[in-house]
């Protein structure tokens, strides 16, 4: 099949085939698994059909921010979205591009392939990317579980996964703000799904993700002081608790399904 798919992207002619065969094309990706394994592939096919839209790093690139930068006031203001999106997470990528640039061959990677896989990289560049390929994806997914329109609660399975799990939606919150404040110096708190399909409440320093424990993470904040300082000050816990004010509750129900379905 995927020869006979080569074939005819070799031969597509779009202004005389026209749209039958894009639509012949997308029906055959819609078909493939999204979970196959596919090591090392780097056929135009198999990275349209990588797991749900993973972050290129051919090169990487700063994801616009989804609304405008005094959107989630008064939770969080404009100046520290400016600073945090188009300086810190900028730079994280510009790092990351950088110490790709002597490998184009891992280029063809996803940014989370790499992360789930650092230590099969050159030693030169694993810190590198552990660090800036980490602030990549997770700001990448910080902007999006974030909304104007965010707050209350969840609901659904991801709901009913969190009942489970805590308790409650507000034992829940408790304990997400908690891991948050304990979380010594820079790092983000996370509710990830771990190896045995049940949610579970993390912390990591600095910019590492649970990627690179082999988790998904669904929902992550980001407890660096570049990310609450001019608001907060040294209130962590303030900003901790005002956060759940922003929560996009619909996108990380989004997130949660996903790493159903992949598991
Ligand atoms: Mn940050």
Redesign the pocket.
Known sequence: MRQFVRLMRRSLRPLVLGSAVLVLLMSVQAVTPAQQPTPAQTTPLAQTTAPSAELSAAPAELPPLPYPYDALEPTIDAQTMQL?HDE??ATYVENFNEALADYPDLQSRSVEDLLRNLDDLPDDIQTKVRNNGG?HV??AM?WEIMSPDGGGEPTGALAAQINQTFGSFSEFQSAFEQAGADRFGSGWVWLIVNNSGTLEIVSTANQDTPLMLGFYPIMGN?V?E??YYLNYQNRRAEYLSAWWNVVNWPEISNRFEQASQDR
């Open positions: 945090h810190h997470h602030g997770n700001h910080f980001d660096w570049h990310a």
